[in-house]
């Protein structure tokens, strides 16, 4: 890092940053176990909304990646916990899966499709034409519309899957209604995180692989930044931005020694 200033504190991207799909990054598990040595405060970022903290977990200690639970915080739970604030034990028509779903019930949200206050939209892997047009009916009698993330597609074995931010897109044609996007670039997801753990943002790095999310997000809030080129945004995309991350490193294998030595 080229600021003086401690660092206390990380924020870093899974996808792209510690994994590809199933298949870990070389020098992600050095990473993670170098954090948790140094006992400094970190989290797993990610705007998948399909799965619980639990089953990323699981999911990351199958890569050989071991991340505590605590640890990862989802746009599903920043999701959930701005509405906590927004509207205390409201109610949500929900499109998504369990990571979503869970979140909301453990804030005290009862699921309805009868007036809710809210339709919350998230990744799932089994959109149904009959929930998307439920969602349109209920938005346009007046449900406040919200999507835990707005990116268009995700990445499979198989090739390109749509995602929240289609789908959203696809509501919002419907409806003349945009959602307010939770998830990253919006800085929420970050301050939200901050939050979690007591952090300050002068204080705090954030570790991403896309310029127009981690690192837009993390510069929005007040974080310094790292770009990893292990994922979607190429070195020779940097400069094409109106923005610069703090520093550019070729993978999180970089970090390892740079945690050390500010632990």
Do not use: C
């Amino acid at each position: 890092m080229t600021s003086t200033r401690p660092v206390h504190t990380w924020l870093t991207d899974m996808d792209g940053v510690l994994v590809h799909e199933e298949v870990p990054i070389p020098g992600a598990q050095e990473f993670i176990e170098a954090l948790k040595a140094s006992g400094l405060r970190f989290l797993v970022l990610t705007n998948n909304s399909i799965f619980t903290p639990r089953d990323l977990r699981a999911r990351l200690l199958g890569s050989g990646i071991d991340v505590p639970e605590e640890a990862i915080w989802t746009s599903a739970l920043a999701t959930a916990q701005f509405l906590a604030d927004q509207r205390p034990h409201g109610t949500a028509y929900v499109v998504g899966e369990a990571g979503l779903t869970t979140a909301l019930h453990d804030i005290g949200y009862v699921m309805t499709d009868r007036d809710p206050d809210y339709v919350v939209l998230g990744e799932t892997r089994t959109y149904s034409f009959e929930a998307i047009t439920r969602a349109i009916r209920l938005i346009e009698g007046g449900a406040r519309f919200i999507a835990t993330n707005p990116d268009p597609s995700g990445p499979s074995i198989q090739g390109t899957l749509p995602a929240t931010g289609s789908v959203a897109a696809l509501i919002s044609t419907a409806t003349g209604r945009q959602p307010y996007f939770v998830g990253k670039p919006n800085a929420l997801m970050m301050r939200s995180a901050l939050n979690r753990l007591e952090a300050h943002s002068e204080t705090t790095v954030m570790v991403g692989d896309r310029m127009d999310t981690d690192i837009i997000s993390g510069l929005e809030a007040g974080l310094r930044t790292v770009l990893v080129t292990t994922g979607s945004t190429r070195p020779d995309q940097v400069e094409t931005f109106p923005y610069r991350p703090t520093r550019v490193v070729d993978s999180v294998a970089d970090l390892v020694e740079v945690v050390q030595q500010r632990s």
